[in-house]
């Protein structure tokens, strides 16, 4: 937190848009809306109740999601061969990073080949 709770609940209180002011504090001091909502209610400064509506308005003022809205996951439901895909999915990187890296070295040759041309006219 770069700002006292106090100087936080100062800023939303003098806010015209309240909502957006949550976004705007929760950026500036590099956390959650959510931790900015917490200080604002110690603070005495009620910020709505989190009801369904209420709390997707928050998601969409926010465009961070609710705890509420992604449950934890149960390990249990991760596909069975996760590990395959994932080296599956590492392997095709490494694949085209050689490709790239082939396609630079050409082109590389290509400038050469073409400055030497220009240079000869």
């Known amino acids: 937190m770069y700002m006292t709770s ?3 609940c100062k800023e939303y209180r003098t806010a015209k848009n309240k909502a957006n002011q949550i976004k705007i504090l929760a950026e500036l001091n590099l956390c959650r809306t959510s931790e900015i909502i917490r200080i604002l209610q110690e603070g005495g400064i009620p910020v709505g109740s989190r009801t369904k509506g ?18 934890a996951q149960n390990p249990e439901s991760a596909p069975p061969d996760w590990k395959t895909s ?4 590492t392997e095709r990187i490494v694949e085209l990073k050689l490709i790239r890296d082939n396609a ?18």
């Open 6 to 8: 106090e100087e936080i």
């Open 54 to 71: 209420t709390l997707k308005n928050e998601i969409l003022i926010s465009g961070e999601p609710s705890p509420e809205q992604f449950p």
């Open 86 to 89: 994932l080296k599956t999915v």
């Open 104 to 121: 630079e070295k050409e082109l590389a040759e290509i400038y050469q080949t073409l400055g030497a041309l220009c240079g000869k006219s």
